[in-house]
């Protein structure tokens, strides 16, 4: 074998590199990536030209990269243009699995343009992707992602004053008997409301609250004056319509306690998360609500003209909320408005429905609070858990819903089960570390009085009385006393205490 010093002086030679070509085609993705979706045009372009190089790879591997730090943000972006370039973008150069994920995610996008440019994007790009079909009869591919062109049009329902009053929702023909109905005092009164926006003093405010994970959660909240216009909503028509039994959060009669006594016992649990559970009702599903109500639909876009028919459009329009009101089909339904909760329950019939049946077919139990799917199966034994969770998943992206991976939990009867805040197990009970945290409180309010202890809490004695009426709700054989016990310690009447208000923050509690 040859020494090296008798090597060739060739093989002493530095290598040739396109490392500087590498890096100047590096940072111009990096720019475009920071500009995105509007430079997406730009980053396909660049990438393109240079596709059959060594130094397409490093640069799209880097673009892929910083998309995906932004993933959410790109899906939920609010112009329709910047979604259809990212369906476009993903079709050339994203991994196979990347662009299955996008075009399963905007498959129900709300706009046209960017569902047709996904449907288009799942033909040309053959995705080997089993999922549910449109029909019985249709293919397990990815074609079931997409909503089925005719049976879901806004304009399918029928609609009419027969209609409306099988229902049992008021009659209502054109815009001036809504108004009238409404109470809305005149044209130029709607029109303000119809902003649906707190942009340049519209009818709503928004301010955020943090949620448990730390993140914020916006919070939409409409005027004194739109918001008793939504609660005549909510009450002259909402309310006419019921909820599916499987639904429990902010239906009369149901609580975190109904939505968890059916639980109670099993061998397994398995819960799901619906994530942006609200912000996922956009503007044309709560139209295509209230045209099922019987409501027309008019030319499908929301107006002022008394003689108008544009009835569904304008409901709509009244119960959502957009950030900007010149881009009429972006609205989505608020947290904060009155009318929201119950619109998220007519919204969900249909998911409810399908998973109700799912669970039975498997003979199990299904709830849903909210965002909050439940399961549970008195026997876990030939339960198929992938195979289930699949299914579910499958049903709730049909349904126009996206299950947080991340909040995904089976849990089973060797371990502590909570549903919306209730442990499970053998019998309803209020979680121990709680009780014993407030039975702590309470004796430090009998030790050293109320007013001590609140420290400056307005809301304080509110507090004590909720949690003590939310055990009682829960767990009677020892809420009662306790209670009493309560009401005692604040000289609250015998009257008043017949109408105690247990806490709403618990698990699953608020949207």
């Known amino acids: ?278 912000p996922t009702m956009h503007y044309f599903r709560v139209m295509g609500l209230f045209a099922s109500l019987g409501y027309p639909t008019g030319n499908c876009l929301f107006g002022t003209d008394d003689k108008s028919n544009q009835i569904a459009p304008v409901l709509a329009r009244l119960c959502c909320y957009t950030p900007d009101p010149k881009k009429w089909g972006s609205a989505l339904l608020p947290q904060g408005a009155p009318t929201s909760p119950t619109i998220s329950n007519l919204v969900c019939r249909r998911l409810d429905a399908r998973l109700d049946g799912l669970a039975k077919r498997n003979s199990g139990v299904y709830t849903r609070y909210a965002d909050d799917l439940t399961f549970s199966f008195q026997k876990a034994e030939g339960i198929n858990l992938g195979r289930f969770r699949w299914w579910v998943d499958q049903v709730c992206q049909q349904e126009g819903f996206t299950v947080n991976q991340e909040k995904f939990r089976v849990i089973r009867d060797s371990q502590r089960q909570v549903v919306t805040g209730i442990v499970v197990n053998e019998t309803l009970r209020i979680p121990r570390d709680m009780r014993r945290r407030y039975r702590a409180i309470l004796h430090n309010c009998q030790k050293n009085g109320v007013e001590a202890e609140a420290r400056g809490n307005p809301r304080f004695r509110e507090y004590l009385r909720g949690f003590a009426a939310y055990l009682n709700m829960v767990q009677p054989e020892e809420g009662a006393a306790l209670l009493l016990r309560v009401n005692e310690m604040l000289g609250v009447r015998a009257a008043d205490a017949q109408k105690p208000e247990p806490p709403t923050d618990g698990e699953g509690g608020n949207p």
């Open 1 to 278: 074998m040859s020494s090296p010093k008798s090597a060739p002086a060739w093989l002493h030679l530095p290598l040739p590199t396109n490392a500087a070509q590498d890096a100047a085609l590096v940072a111009k993705v990096e720019r475009a990536c920071a500009k995105l979706p509007d430079k997406f045009p730009d980053l396909h372009k660049l990438l393109s030209a240079v596709r059959s190089l060594a130094t397409y790879e490093p640069a799209a591997n880097r673009a892929t990269e910083l998309i995906w730090d932004q993933f959410d943000a790109l899906l939920t972006h609010p112009t329709a243009q910047g979604r259809v370039h990212l369906v476009k973008y993903a079709l050339d150069h994203l991994p196979p699995r990347a662009t299955a994920r996008i075009l399963r995610r905007l498959a129900k996008d709300p706009d046209m343009r960017v569902r047709n440019t996904v449907k288009n994007a799942i033909k040309k790009a053959k995705i080997r992707e089993v999922a549910l079909p449109q029909t019985p009869e249709g293919d397990w591919d990815a074609t079931g992602w997409m909503l089925p062109t005719e049976e879901t049009r806004v304009t399918r329902h029928k609609t009419g004053t027969r209609v409306q009053k099988k229902i049992g929702v008021p009659s209502i023909t054109n815009l001036k008997q809504l108004r009238t109905l409404l109470n809305i005092r005149s044209r130029n009164q709607l029109g303000y409301f119809l902003l649906a926006t707190d942009h340049k003093d519209g009818p709503y405010t928004t301010h955020t609250i943090p949620k448990r994970d730390g993140s914020d959660r916006t919070i939409c909240a409409p005027k004194k004056q739109l918001k008793w216009v939504q609660r005549q909503i909510l009450n002259l028509i909402l309310s006419k319509v019921h909820a599916h039994p499987a639904a429990h959060g902010f239906v009369l009669g149901r609580s975190t306690v109904s939505n968890a006594r059916p639980h109670v016992g099993a061998e397994l649990i398995v819960k799901f998360d619906l994530k942006d559970f609200f």
